[in-house]
């Protein structure tokens, strides 16, 4: 079944500790990239790949790092959460050109 | 810069008609996306229509586009509670950041038996 795999979907944790929220794709797409859902901010895009080791900022980096050492996955790393980083994030990819980009089910952190 | 509004709240009575609209800015749109999200879940595609196109229908969902005024709309004909939702509008413009896509704030619709 083609979809879009993040772990973990729920995270408590707290302030300057280093997290990871991994994201893992069975399409072999080009393009992932990286979301965050705030309440009346729709979702903005933190980081973008598009392709192996090809990584660029999105609309809302600050306080993010990502890496594509392959092409399945792109994790997003929290070097040092904060509490403005409480969100709700989404891993999304799709092939170069195409029009569909499949969504994983999100994962709701929240930092205190 | 480019953007994408919508309204934030739409309560309609089971089988009636549910209209959402969009605006967006920017005019280099190629396609316009409408994305369902169920509560605890993802993001799941309804459609999406090229820019080149006025209308597109799809069983119960019918997208408008009015380029001119960069206005779309999603049309639900005979709304159910399980469509109950929040509804995004998204555009992207495939120049640049390839495969960005700009999103609204979401609608969320109430559907009342």
């Known amino acids: 079944e083609a979809q879009v795999t993040q772990n973990p979907r729920y995270l408590i944790t707290v302030t300057g500790k280093k997290l990871t929220v991994t994201c893992s794709q069975n399409?072999?797409?080009?393009?992932m990239s990286w979301y965050r859902q705030d309440p009346g901010l729709g979702l903005r895009q933190i980081y973008y790949?598009?392709?192996?080791?090809?990584?660029d900022k999105g609309d809302v980096p600050e306080g993010y790092k990502v890496s594509r050492k392959e092409k399945r996955n792109f994790p997003l790393i929290l070097e040092s959460p904060s509490p403005n980083q409480t969100s709700l994030y989404f891993c999304?990819?799709?092939?170069?050109?195409?029009?569909?980009?499949?969504f994983g089910q999100g994962t709701r952190l929240t930092v205190v | 810069g480019e953007d994408v509004e919508q309204s934030l709240f739409l309560s309609v009575r089971e089988g009636d008609s549910s209209v959402i609209n969009c605006t967006y800015t920017d005019s280099s749109s190629t396609y316009l996306y409408w994305y369902k999200q169920e509560p605890g879940a993802g993001l799941q595609l309804l459609t999406y229509i090229f820019s080149n196109m006025d209308m597109k229908q799809d069983q119960r969902l019918t997208v408008l586009l009015n380029k001119k005024d960069k206005h779309l709309s999603l049309r639900i004909a005979d709304t159910q509670t399980g469509d109950s939702a929040i509804y995004f509008c998204?555009?992207?413009?495939?120049?640049?950041?390839?495969?960005?896509?700009?999103f609204g704030q979401g609608t969320t619709l109430q559907v009342k038996p």
């Open positions: 998204a555009e992207t413009s495939f120049s640049g950041n390839t495969g960005k896509l700009i």
């Open positions: 999304a990819s799709r092939r170069t050109g195409n029009t569909e980009a499949f």
């Open positions: 790949s598009m392709n192996v080791e090809v990584t």
């Open positions: 399409m072999n797409h080009e393009y």
